[in-house]
């Protein structure tokens, strides 16, 4: 029966057992010469059953007890029918409840990376996994209501990418708390409104399969020095005017051998860029780099493209002044070579809404499919080979430009769109960005 049928026969049962009962007293009273006795005596004893059964209501709710089944009829019955019937419907549902959070914390115990919940304020443990315990050497109870910080003192890095709250970037390569033989990753995932959870990853074996193909990449890269330097020798002793025969194949050798020398030098600089951590901490003027990048432009465009510089940050960065400038080379270099004849390439240096600065190159070129800039800064990973292969890349400049960046705590943002050009800018935040100094002004 329906809650709302129930409640309908319950009124229409109790006023019809009451006006009986009022009209039986009644009846009484009159037989007796006292009707407004026998009526006031029926009310008192309909207010005692009633506080009678309201007192029983209450001390079961008090004491969390479940009803009994009610058989009876009216309002107090059905009462007492619909508590009893959402005490069975809570209690049912809480048991199933304490299942699913049963089996929860089972597959989160389960899981073989760490987990954690952290309150995003003060970052203080709420809850951990076993895994979370061996890889960060937490001991339960005694580490809840602490800082996750107190597990990385000497590591800068954990506060400031917890200070962030970088959800997309995971930290890598840590050394465990409990064991610096072992190498963690973190990553941070919005838990809740107040709470973070931070998942725990032992990397040990990926950091030094890693390694290894660092150490190889580097070792090979090396080894290749050798060899192409013997090959370069020998073709530049063979003059193409007394071997005409040859010209054409000695150019051709000349120029893939010059390919395979840039792309053993783009490895080189790719492993040593992975292999560091820090780079030197240096002023570097934008006005005069502006100027040098603008030249290089020139250089490389031979006058085919119409290069435009705007400083509109006037302000200068801090960071390595080589490094960084081999990363604005990459761009605009790729922005001339990927560019047609005629068309118009923008060097942009402005700042940010976060005070921030930010080195724009846009260009008019052909563009990039949307599929493909996800991937564009992987290695050797090209959009067309056979453009890329003309214009003589090795595939390997945004990679580096994305290492430049990461290594300085800033990042590559890129927008194209297929015939209407593409815009690669290098973000930093408002830590690298300092005054620009007079002397520093082209």
């Given at each position: 029966m329906s809650v709302s049928m129930l409640l309908r026969l319950a009124w229409r049962q109790s006023l019809i057992r009451l006006l009986l009962f009022y009209a039986f007293a009644l009846g009484i009273g009159l037989a007796l010469g006292e009707p407004w006795w026998a009526l006031g005596l029926a009310t008192a004893v309909l207010a005692a059953r009633a506080y009678w059964r309201l007192y029983r209501v209450l001390r079961f709710l008090d004491w969390r007890k479940q009803l009994r089944t009610v058989d009876g009829q009216g309002l107090w019955a059905a009462l007492e029918t619909l508590i009893h019937r959402r005490q069975t419907e809570n209690r049912n549902r809480s048991r199933r409840l304490v299942r699913l959070l049963r089996a929860y914390r089972q597959a989160a115990t389960a899981m073989p990376d760490g987990a954690l919940v952290i309150q995003r304020r003060?970052?203080?443990?709420?809850?951990?996994?076993?895994?979370?315990?061996?890889?960060?050497?937490?001991?339960?109870?005694?580490?809840?209501?602490?800082?996750?910080?107190?597990?990385?003192?000497?590591?800068?890095?954990?506060?400031?990418?917890?200070?962030?709250?970088?959800?997309?970037?995971?930290?890598?390569?840590?050394?465990?708390?409990?064991?610096?033989?072992?190498?963690?990753?973190?990553?941070?995932i919005p838990y809740s409104a107040t709470q973070w959870m931070v998942v725990v990853r032992d990397v040990t074996k990926l950091m030094r399969l890693e390694q290894v193909r660092r150490d190889f990449v580097a070792n090979v890269s090396?080894?290749?020095?050798?060899?192409?330097?013997?090959?370069?020798?020998?073709?530049?002793?063979?003059?193409?005017?007394?071997?005409?025969?040859?010209?054409?194949?000695?150019?051709?050798?000349?120029?893939?051998s010059q390919r395979m020398t840039q792309l053993v030098e783009d490895l080189l600089t790719l492993?040593?860029?992975?292999?560091?951590?820090?780079?030197?901490?240096?002023?570097?003027?934008?006005?005069?780099?502006?100027?040098?990048l603008r030249r290089e432009a020139e250089a490389l465009s031979q006058g085919r493209h119409r290069i435009v510089v705007e400083d509109a940050a006037g302000c200068d960065l801090v960071g390595s002044v080589k490094e960084l400038h081999s990363a604005f080379s990459n761009l605009v270099s790729n922005a001339v070579r990927y560019t047609p004849t005629d068309g118009r390439i923008v060097i942009r240096f402005e700042r940010t809404a976060d005070r921030g600065a930010r080195l724009a190159?846009?260009?008019?070129?052909?563009?990039?499919?949307?599929?493909?800039?996800?991937?564009?800064?992987?290695?050797?990973?090209?959009?067309?080979?056979?453009?890329?292969?003309?214009?003589?890349?090795?595939?390997?400049?945004?990679?580096?430009?994305?290492?430049?960046?990461?290594?300085?705590?800033?990042?590559?943002?890129?927008?194209?769109?297929?015939?209407?050009?593409?815009?690669?800018?290098?973000?930093?935040?408002?830590?690298?960005?300092?005054?620009?100094?007079?002397?520093?002004?082209?």
């Amino acid at each position: 029966m329906s809650v709302s049928m129930l409640l309908r026969l319950a009124w229409r049962q109790s006023l019809i057992r009451l006006l009986l009962f009022y009209a039986f007293a009644l009846g009484i009273g009159l037989a007796l010469g006292e009707p407004w006795w026998a009526l006031g005596l029926a009310t008192a004893v309909l207010a005692a059953r009633a506080y009678w059964r309201l007192y029983r209501v209450l001390r079961f709710l008090d004491w969390r007890k479940q009803l009994r089944t009610v058989d009876g009829q009216g309002l107090w019955a059905a009462l007492e029918t619909l508590i009893h019937r959402r005490q069975t419907e809570n209690r049912n549902r809480s048991r199933r409840l304490v299942r699913l959070l049963r089996a929860y914390r089972q597959a989160a115990t389960a899981m073989p990376d760490g987990a954690l919940v952290i309150q995003r304020r003060d970052g203080r443990l709420v809850w951990f996994n076993k895994t979370a315990r061996r890889l960060l050497g937490l001991h339960y109870p005694q580490s809840l209501d602490t800082p996750l910080l107190d597990c990385f003192p000497e590591q800068p890095r954990v506060r400031e990418w917890l200070a962030a709250g970088q959800t997309d970037e995971p930290l890598l390569d840590l050394a465990s708390p409990a064991d610096p033989m072992v190498r963690i990753s973190l990553r941070l995932i919005p838990y809740s409104a107040t709470q973070w959870m931070v998942v725990v990853r032992d990397v040990t074996k990926l950091m030094r399969l890693e390694q290894v193909r660092r150490d190889f990449v580097a070792n090979v890269s090396h080894e290749l020095r050798t060899p192409l330097t013997v090959v370069h020798g020998y073709l530049d002793m063979i003059e193409p005017e007394e071997h005409p025969e040859l010209a054409v194949m000695v150019e051709e050798m000349r120029r893939q051998s010059q390919r395979m020398t840039q792309l053993v030098e783009d490895l080189l600089t790719l492993s040593r860029l992975e292999a560091q951590e820090h780079l030197p901490e240096e002023p570097l003027a934008m006005a005069p780099m502006l100027v040098t990048l603008r030249r290089e432009a020139e250089a490389l465009s031979q006058g085919r493209h119409r290069i435009v510089v705007e400083d509109a940050a006037g302000c200068d960065l801090v960071g390595s002044v080589k490094e960084l400038h081999s990363a604005f080379s990459n761009l605009v270099s790729n922005a001339v070579r990927y560019t047609p004849t005629d068309g118009r390439i923008v060097i942009r240096f402005e700042r940010t809404a976060d005070r921030g600065a930010r080195l724009a190159v846009q260009d008019s070129g052909q563009g990039i499919p949307a599929q493909h800039l996800p991937r564009i800064t992987e290695r050797f990973y090209r959009v067309s080979t056979s453009r890329s292969r003309e214009s003589g890349g090795t595939g390997l400049g945004l990679s580096i430009v994305k290492h430049v960046l990461s290594l300085h705590q800033a990042w590559l943002e890129i927008d194209s769109e297929v015939g209407r050009g593409s815009t690669f800018a290098c973000v930093f935040g408002p830590a690298r960005v300092r005054p620009r100094e007079a002397t520093g002004e082209a």
